[in-house]
């Protein structure tokens, strides 16, 4: 079974800059998709971004422009490179890895923006 280890999250300013990794344990090339989610306090989980093994990304109307997914096969990681940070960015980053038999989540990475 394939794990995931979300990592990267921490602390900034409004207008700062985080980039998270997404670890996988086995490789990643089994995933059609791979993606990250995030859940502010008191709110439903929602998609952040999302890259096809094909290359193709998709990013929340929210984000577009400020982040950037991108992956590394022979890391069997994923990033999410986020700029130009907001307060509304807050939230628990979750890292989610699909293949044609399963749906895999991390643990998650808080990301709190505030000054």
């Known amino acids: 079974q394939v794990q995931l280890v979300e990592s990267g999250g921490g602390l900034v300013q409004p207008g700062g800059s985080l980039r998270l990794s997404c670890a996988a344990s086995g490789s990643i090339n089994s995933f059609y998709v791979m993606g990250w989610y995030r859940q502010a306090p008191g709110k439903q989980r929602e998609l952040v971004a999302t890259l096809t093994s094909g290359g193709s990304a998709n990013y929340a109307d929210s984000v577009k422009g400020r982040f950037t997914i991108s992956r590394d096969n022979a890391k069997n990681t994923v990033y999410l490179q986020m700029n130009s940070l907001k307060p509304e960015d807050t939230g628990v980053y979750y890292c989610?890895?699909?293949?044609?038999?399963?749906?895999?989540w991390g643990q998650g990475t808080q990301v709190t923006v505030s000054s």
């Open positions: 989610n890895g699909k293949s044609i038999s399963w749906s895999y």
